[in-house]
């Protein structure tokens, strides 16, 4: 989507927070598959993007799942954890619950798909977000 944040221009400028969500609808996890930039094509990771101005993260995650997947989420609890991404990035992780629609890969991704637990390992992950699916696969049933 559109680059409307750029990164920090000195070394004080606080890090630009992407907010990515640990979706959960019927005991599954979802996983998005990157369509972009190509360093990161073909990875999977946890849907989200970058905080705008006057957003909470909550609001963030909400509006990132809409714009990306079309459908509306409850955001849950943060998991805790804070990743660093390229410099200047870093990547905070909430739980949501899918409340409404079907996700569709409309924007930053070209494939998704429901993982249960043992299914996790299933797909190339971001290594960025290892740590926080690591933690939301605590919170899929055992089966
Ligand atoms: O949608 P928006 O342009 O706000 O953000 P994005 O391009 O989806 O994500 C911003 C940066 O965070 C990209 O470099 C993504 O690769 C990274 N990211 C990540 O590493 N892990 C995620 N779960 C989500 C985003």
């Known amino acids: 989507m559109t680059e409307r944040t750029t990164g920090p221009t000195t070394p004080h400028d606080p890090a630009v ?8 609808d019927r005991g599954r996890l979802l996983a998005a ?7 990161l094509a073909g990875r999977w990771e946890l849907p989200g993007g970058k905080l705008e101005p006057g ?10 799942l809409r714009e990306e997947l079309g459908v509306e989420v409850e955001p849950g609890e943060r998991i805790p954890g804070e990743w660093p991404l390229k410099p200047g990035y870093v990547l905070r992780v909430w739980t ?17 798909r429901w993982l249960t637990r043992s299914e996790l390992d299933s797909v190339d992950w971001l ?13 899929l049933p055992a089966a």
């Open 55 to 64: 957003e909470s993260p909550e609001e963030a995650l909400v509006r990132e």
């Open 127 to 139: 290594d960025q977000d290892r740590p926080a699916v690591a933690e939301a696969a605590r919170r």
């Open 33 to 39: 598959r990157r369509s972009a930039p190509v360093e």
């Open 96 to 112: 949501a619950r899918l409340l409404s629609g079907e996700p569709r890969p409309l924007e930053d991704h070209d494939a998704l």
């Open 17 to 24: 927070v992407v907010v990515a969500g640990a979706l959960y």
